[in-house]
Nanobody, 117 residues
Framework: QVQFVESGGGLVQPGGSLRLSCTAS????????MGWYRQCPGNQREAVAW???????TYFPSATDRFTISRDNANNAIVLQMASLKPEDTAVYYC???????????WGQGTPVTVST
């Protein structure tokens, strides 16, 4: 079945940067639009950004002008470059197809990001 492995999270100070990576397996990766999602403490999971098969991207308000999503189809990977991080960006970050649809059952473990002094 489809598997996602996210990595790159950690503790960072406000204003700092992180680069998250996600690798997908058992999937024809390059035919799908892919997205990054996050679940902040006490909240539901929400979309952060998504990238089409063509490589064009869309950002949700929480990510606009601070985050950049990219994809590497040869390696079945997507990346989220995050800058100017804020405490409210603290969350577990996940990747999945965008929108997840029936792939809602394929969520990985996610990678935790903590923005704090």
């Amino acid at each position: 079945q489809v598997q996602f492995v996210e990595s790159g999270g950690g503790l960072v100070q406000p204003g700092g940067s992180l680069r998250l990576s996600c690798t997908a397996s058992n999937v024809n990766f390059d035919i799908y639009d892919m997205g990054w999602y996050r679940q902040c403490p006490g909240n539901q999971r929400e979309a952060v950004a998504w990238i089409r098969r063509s490589g064009s991207d869309t950002y949700f308000p929480s990510a606009t002008d601070r985050f950049t999503i990219s994809r590497d189809n040869a390696n079945n990977a997507i990346v989220l470059q995050m800058a100017s991080l804020k405490p409210e960006d603290t969350a577990v970050y996940y990747c999945n197809k965008y929108p997840p649809g029936t792939w809602d059952k394929y969520w990985g473990q996610g990678t935790p990001v903590t923005v704090s002094t």
